[in-house]
């Protein structure tokens, strides 16, 4: 098992439910994503790049970072930026809070943008 699966799976419940549960959307809405594991997290590269999105678990929720994040432009109103310049995240602390639509839509929407500067 590699480190980043190991990340996902030492986790208490609901965190484990919720980044299980983001790894099968990532990885089936964005095929050509690669699981690694770099800075103690879990994280998912395309193209060979940059990293595309990480997962994290800490101070009670799950938290779905987009590395471009600040090109970010649907669901604005659901991503936190709090402290951060460039990256927008989505924060989980049950696996009810997750909403499905939200989530796809800025997958997507990261993915699009993968080629984009880091600075906007």
């Known amino acids: ?15 484990r439910s919720i980044l299980l549960h983001l790894q099968v959307v990532i990885e089936t809405t964005v095929p050509d994503a690669v699981l690694q594991y770099k800075w103690k997290v879990p994280y998912y590269c395309v193209d ?3 990293p595309f999105c990480y997962l994290n678990c800490t101070n ?3 938290d779905l970072v987009f590395w471009h994040g600040a090109h970010l432009t649907k669901h604005l109103e659901v991503l936190v930026s709090k402290g951060r310049k460039h990256f927008k995240s989505l924060r989980y602390r049950k696996p ?17 943008l993968r080629d984009k500067k880091y600075y906007k």
Not at 1 to 15: R, T
């Open 60 to 62: 009670g929720y799950v």
């Open 96 to 112: 009810e809070d997750i909403d499905q639509e939200v989530l796809l839509d800025l997958i997507k929407e990261a993915y699009s």
């Open 1 to 15: 098992m590699n480190p980043a699966e190991s990340y996902i799976l030492d986790q208490s419940e609901p965190f």
């Open 48 to 50: 060979g790049k940059l």
